[in-house]
């Protein structure tokens, strides 16, 4: 699998070089803050004190250090994912709750301007980014989904594949600062709404009853032939 090569490259040693260590930090907090383009190596490297000479014999161009920065951060994401889903000592919709929750506020800290620009300026990053997500991420998320169809929790009529689609676009398009600009919420409650709608529906039980009474029923079965 691609992610388990891009993968192979972050293991970190047994005790990680400390002014590599220092870089990576740096790096982080600036490109989540800022994004990819308007970061320079050279502010990097100030920030911490060190020469941009230093920083290039640990990382030979900004990209790579891009790289490393972004996959650090969605094996974080990962091993979240696998934490909540390794859960036992809740409900099952509990679990899967948090775990909706989680993997939207992680992933939203990858989105929206910081996705774009990842996209624009450093495609095979990018192009290694959404694998991870969708082969790493998103398919764990279906493992719980099947787990609620097995245990009778959630429906059957409705595609897996398509609704996991629908979450990510949420994250992507919906859950950002700038969409939740003209609003009063932050992500916490954004994701706490979607969560619930995801879950619960908007409808009342009284509202759900009546949905159920009116929803067309799509047309009638041909009788079989009896010949």
Do not use: C, H, W
């Amino acid at each position: 699998m691609k992610t388990d090569r891009v993968l192979g490259v972050l293991k970190p040693a047994a005790a990680e070089d400390p002014t590599r260590a220092r870089i990576l930090e740096a790096a982080r907090t600036r490109f989540l803050r800022f994004g990819l383009t308007p970061v320079t190596t050279d502010a990097i490297a100030s920030s911490i004190g060190i020469s941009k000479a230093t920083l290039y014999k640990y990382f030979p161009t900004k990209e790579r250090l891009f790289r490393e920065v972004i996959f650090r951060l969605l094996a974080e994401i990962e091993a979240g994912v696998d934490a909540r889903i390794a859960d036992r000592s809740t409900d099952f919709v509990e679990r899967l709750a948090s775990l909706l929750s989680f993997m939207g506020l992680r992933l939203t800290e990858l989105g929206g301007i910081l996705s774009l620009d990842m996209q624009r300026a450093a495609p095979l990053v990018f192009k290694d980014f959404e694998a991870f997500r969708r082969e790493r991420i998103f398919a764990k998320l279906g493992l719980m989904i099947e787990e609620g169809r097995a245990s009778g929790v959630f429906r059957r009529d409705f595609d897996q594949d398509y609704l996991i689609l629908i979450y990510a676009a949420i994250i992507e398009q919906v859950i950002n600062p700038a969409a939740l600009a003209p609003f009063s919420l932050s992500l916490g409650e954004a994701f706490r709404m979607i969560v619930s709608i995801m879950l619960e529906g908007i409808l009342t039980e009284k509202g759900r009853e009546r949905y159920l009474r009116a929803r067309p029923r799509g047309p009638a079965k041909k009788p079989r032939s009896s010949t």
